[in-house]
């Protein structure tokens, strides 16, 4: 993918996540506390949007069944079921933009 912009960091305030896309993938960028983190959007289990679920912590949990991932790895946190991981990208933020890089 390389090194792609996706928005401003004004344009997510801390404890809120926002779907953008990135090189025809649908990525979700979560702000915690002031730090990005970045994974796919998709849910593994079916396909739901990460970004209409819920944010704690670090952790979204999945609108649909309940999966919970790690924000800040994409890693599968508990689900009944075993599901993939999702993919998670390095943020960098420069000059209040918000950079993606696979
Ligand atoms: S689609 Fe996300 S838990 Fe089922």
Not at 37 to 46: E, G, I, L, P, W
Request: proline share 3%.
């Amino acid at each position: 993918m390389g090194k792609i912009i996706v928005g401003k960091t004004t344009d997510i305030p801390p404890g809120k996540m926002q779907k953008v896309a990135a090189d025809g993938k649908e990525v979700l960028v979560i702000n915690i506390d002031g730090n990005f983190y970045a994974m796919n959007d998709t849910c593994t289990h079916a396909g739901a949007s990460l970004s209409e679920g819920s944010l704690e912590g670090h952790v979204v949990t999945c609108g649909w069944h309940g999966a919970k991932f790690d924000c800040k790895t994409g890693n599968l946190s508990a689900f009944p079921a075993k599901i993939k991981d999702l993919q998670s990208y390095k943020v960098t933020v420069e000059s209040g933009n918000i950079f993606l890089e696979a």
